[in-house]
């Protein structure tokens, strides 16, 4: 059986401070979460991650990056690399979220150069992919879906406990639209089966693929209920420790 993940997105949110208070607030609300139970990862912004590692301890929490560079060091002023999110606690990193490939225009090329450095650096990555609106209404998700799997793994060689899927459907990120729970579900067992055609359909069938689009624990049961749906990519649901509890719960008990 796959494992169940929930992941919270905090993006350019909480100061180191906020994360503490976040931390002392969230973990008695999330009960008795162990480690056979949904793997609940944040990730903050990188000046709260050394942080909010410290303040996970002693719990099954783990933390992740929301960016990585494809080098380990080097003259390449802001960014981090592998060897800095590991030093800081990291285990996992978000490598091409939506607001990265269409605020920043990050490349299909460079994702696959940053999810080569994630998993030489002992990070597990989480793969973001998913369509605009426009590119949903013209027909071309599917497509568009498909070419970002095939670009970003391209060269690598995946075992089923070193990637997870987002499915973020871009039209659904911050806007309170929600794709349908069939929807995510047609689209996310597609996902499963370009994993299958670019490795095997049993590698395809151990590696969680989460949904990511204004996920809220009032709509959470819906798609885990889904056979293909392994859980979730938190964005502003996660900045309330309340809230993000109850995300972890309806995964837990759905």
């Known amino acids: 059986m796959r494992k169940k993940v929930i992941a919270a997105n905090w993006k350019m949110n909480k100061n180191r401070g906020e994360a503490e208070d976040y931390i002392n607030k969230f973990l008695p609300l999330l009960g008795n979460i162990n480690a056979t139970d949904p793997e609940v990862i944040i990730c903050p912004p990188f000046t709260s991650l050394q942080t909010l590692h410290d303040a996970v301890q002693g719990s099954y929490v783990k933390t992740g990056g929301q960016d990585i560079f494809w080098e380990t060091s080097g003259a390449f002023t802001g960014e981090i690399s592998a060897p800095m999110l590991t030093d800081c606690g990291c285990s996992y990193v978000i490598v091409g979220h939506s607001e990265r490939r269409h605020i920043l225009d990050e490349s299909d090329y460079n994702i696959n150069r940053k999810i080569k450095s994630s998993l ?29 799997m095939e670009k970003a793994l391209l060269g690598i060689d995946i075992t089923a406990g070193n990637l997870i899927v987002a499915y973020e459907p871009v039209w659904a990120i911050g806007t ?7 929807d995510a579900q047609d689209m996310i067992a597609f996902i499963r089966e370009q994993l299958s055609q670019l490795y095997n359909p049993e590698l395809a069938s151990a590696i969680p693929i989460l949904y990511g689009g204004s996920v809220k624990k009032a709509n959470m049961h819906d798609f885990i209920i889904k056979a293909d749906i392994d859980g979730a990519l938190v964005g502003s649901a996660s900045l309330d420790p309340r809230e993000f509890s109850e995300i972890v719960r309806s995964v837990k008990n759905g």
Do not use: F, Y
């Open 120 to 148: 030489a650096g002992a990070l597990i990555p989480i793969l973001c992919v998913g369509e605009t609106l426009q590119e949903r209404q013209n027909d071309l998700a599917r497509q568009v879906v498909k070419d970002q």
């Open 176 to 182: 309170g639209v929600n794709a349908s729970p069939d």
